[in-house]
């Protein structure tokens, strides 16, 4: 009897267990069937945002990132939830809307990272206005096939409702009580996968997302629409500066600059006061070309001579952010980092800098800018008011004839030439001055390549055959690749300096000047074409194989060490003398307005580099990212990890203070721009002297 009803029990418990599962099969088949709709969004908005973090990171990691897909999936659930307030048939335009929505911000960022490395902000968007003059540039270097993905998702979602309307999907009836609970389900869906997410944040995640440096951490951590939404909040941030964040940033800035060591003096200290200075600011130039030769003719015949007659920083990185030349314009000249969200030049123009050119003016240099470009560009000609140049020449001050434009405006020897006479002008009216000329041909696309001159970038070899004879074999090598036309371009702004050089010496402008070279900014190109420059095989026209003895790698650190741009401080009479050097110490274009200005007698009391000639054996280079770099190794805030610059490990406690250094500097920089908090330090000191 005990063995019948064991067994009609377990009978009635498989039965049971059956019926549970034909129901929640039939339960989800329902599910799907009367959500087509909602589903097929959802998985289109979350592919697209897995497929940007593969394009813009490709890694196992980036694909396989639960969090961010969670993240991702929180905030597509729970905006796709009030769809289901919508009657059936108005339903597609709410989802189609949103899938168009999304799949815009994916694209943009697609777009923005292959020009940036970053992710886009929408503090950025007051930039468009400068999208006209570089258009040509975004289509041919930066949009590239992989950006058009995203509009596949839009067009599934029409075709998937053209099928549901020939189905009479549309005519289901529902009352409004029915569309709120569903409504009301799927939104404490969302929640609740938005929850899972949070409990899964460790306190390095809330860390990095508070501050906002480091953007790819973020998005892989968190997902590109939770980026994209605390990126909102934090664009709007600095409009209520006024009332929120005030205390905080200032206290952190009088801790910082309480520590810091007062003026430091050296063998450099005032060697070039009272000389005049002129800046070049190198379009695009990096450093890595420098030397390099095709064929036996050298690239960059005046920048190898002024290396070995000069003063050469070869271990010099720029430090820009979405500013680009921008941004290097206002770390040079005033030591600062680029802000946070959006560009210094464009958000806070209307700010007190310490700036190189300020401290000159007070001491009697008439200061100045020449580029031949709209002067409202960047939005220069408010900014360089704050940052102290008395004197703009811009686009209008030049004759522009079609002829003599190459790529955005000006080609640059037209621009040499006819600021000659200006700079004679300025010269005999003033006992000192310092100005600053920006170079305009060497910018991406590097399309123009007729305009450059004849220089070929293949490889010619002479042969001899079996009978005696010779002939020329001409190998392709990097012509017809971007890195190829960059050369090329290169090439050619390297001549127009040289003639400018030899311009200003026949006038006599170089018996009383520091000549300052400087690149803004590396020229954003493929990774694959530098792999190809370092690991050409003429035999196939292709990339060695990574088991050749003579390939090279060439991944991304290589690539970002790869990034470095020429730093040259020359004067005619240098060469031979004690000041002729290399110097190898890594820099940051922080700290070249702290060792110039000690070579020029001034000092930036809230300068945030250092003159590299105190810190030599110490110095670190701290990026917009959270990614720094010292003599000892190069780190990644991102993948957390490091590459070792000198084969020795570092030690975990080295790691920690470095970025720790690192993440303190860029917010105390963020908050000196953003706060004016230089303004408001010397309303403290006047206030301070009246009262004594």
């Not at 396989?64 to 905030?75: F, Q, R, Y």
């Not at 943009?108 to 540039?137: H, K, R, W």
């Not at 010496?505 to 990774?527: F, N």
């Not at 770099?629 to 920690?656: C, H, P, R």
Request: glycine letters at 6%; proline letters at 2%; charged letters at 20%.
């Amino acid at each position: 009897m005990k063995r019948i009803k064991f067994k009609l029990n377990k009978l009635k418990d498989k039965i049971i267990y059956n019926i549970n599962k034909i129901m929640q099969e039939h339960l989800i088949r329902k599910y799907i069937k009367n959500n087509i709709l909602f589903i097929t969004y959802v998985i289109i908005c979350l592919v697209n945002s897995t497929l940007l973090r593969c394009f813009c990171i490709p890694t196992l990691s980036s694909f396989l990132s639960i969090k961010a897909i969670m993240g991702d999936l929180a905030v597509i659930i729970i905006v796709g939830a009030f769809g289901y307030l919508f009657k059936p048939k108005s339903r597609f335009t709410y989802y189609m809307s949103l899938t168009i929505f999304l799949s815009a911000i994916c694209m943009i960022n697609s777009i923005y990272y292959t020009f940036y490395s970053s992710f886009a902000s929408v503090s950025m968007l007051s930039l468009t206005q400068y999208v006209g003059a570089v258009g040509d540039a975004v289509v041919e270097n930066v949009i590239q096939l992989k950006d058009l993905v995203y509009v596949i998702g839009p067009i599934i979602l029409v075709v998937v409702n053209s099928k549901l309307k020939k189905q009479n999907y549309y005519k289901t009836i529902e009352v409004k009580s029915e569309r709120k609970k569903k409504m009301t389900k799927t939104l404490c869906s969302g929640i609740g996968v938005l929850v899972l997410f949070i409990v899964t944040m460790t306190s390095l995640d809330a860390s990095r997302f508070v501050s906002q440096w480091n953007k790819e951490y973020i998005v892989m951590r968190f997902g590109i629409y939770i980026y994209q939404s605390s990126d909102l909040i934090s664009s709007i941030q600095p409009k209520l500066n006024s009332m929120f964040g005030y205390d905080k940033a200032k206290k952190r800035f009088n801790d910082y600059f309480a520590d810091k060591d007062s003026v430091q003096t050296n063998e450099y200290t005032n060697i070039f006061k009272d000389k005049n200075v002129l800046v070049i600011h190198a379009e695009s130039m990096q450093q890595a070309i420098i030397g390099m030769e095709f064929n036996g003719e050298a690239v960059t015949p005046t920048l190898n001579k002024l290396v070995k007659e000069g003063m050469y920083f070869s271990n010099f990185y720029s430090q820009v952010s979405v500013g680009t030349s921008s941004d290097a314009e206002l770390t040079f000249s005033t030591s600062l980092m680029p802000t946070k969200s959006g560009t210094a030049f464009v958000s806070f123009p209307k700010r007190k800098y310490n700036s190189i050119q300020n401290l000159l003016s007070e001491a009697g240099y008439f200061t100045f800018s020449m580029h031949a470009n709209n002067a409202d560009f960047w939005n220069r000609r408010t900014m360089y008011q704050s940052l102290g140049y008395q004197k703009f020449y811009s686009k209008k001050d030049y004759e522009v004839k079609p002829e003599n434009i190459i790529g955005l405006g000006l080609s640059d020897i037209e621009f040499f030439n006819q600021s000659i006479p200006k700079l004679q002008k300025i010269d005999e009216e003033n006992e000192n001055w310092y100005g600053t000329m920006i170079m305009l041909t060497n910018h991406t696309p590097f399309s123009e390549t007729d305009k450059y001159g004849d220089f070929p970038v293949d490889i010619k070899e002479t042969i001899t055959n079996e009978d005696g004879t010779t002939e020329e074999v001409v190998y392709p090598y990097m012509e017809g690749t971007k890195l190829g036309n960059y050369i090329k371009s290169y090439h050619y702004a390297d001549g127009a300096l040289g003639m400018f050089i030899e311009q200003l010496d026949e006038a006599g402008l170089l018996d009383d000047t520091v000549l300052v070279i400087y690149g803004d900014h590396d020229a954003r190109l493929p990774k694959g074409d530098w792999n190809r420059l370092y690991n050409y095989d003429k035999e196939t026209d292709d990339i060695l194989d990574k088991d050749d003895p003579n390939y090279q790698q060439y991944g991304s650190y290589e690539y970002e060490l790869g990034r470095k741009v020429p730093f040259i401080i020359w004067t005619k009479d240098m060469a031979g003398t004690k000041y002729n050097q290399e110097i190898t110490e890594v820099m940051g274009m922080y700290d070249a307005m702290p060792t110039l200005g000690n070579m020029l007698g001034i000092y930036n009391e809230y300068q945030l580099g250092h003159d590299i000639f105190n810190v030599i054996g110490k110095n670190i280079v701290c990026f917009p990212n959270g990614n720094w770099v010292t003599n000892k190794a190069y780190y990644n805030s991102q993948k957390m990890e490091y590459l070792s610059l000198n084969g020795e490990a570092i030690s975990e406690e080295e790691l920690k203070e470095n970025s720790e250094y690192t993440n303190n500097l860029l917010d105390v920089s963020n908050d000196i721009i953003v706060f004016n908090l230089l303004e408001e330090e010397e309303k403290v000191m006047e206030e301070v002297k009246r009262g004594i």
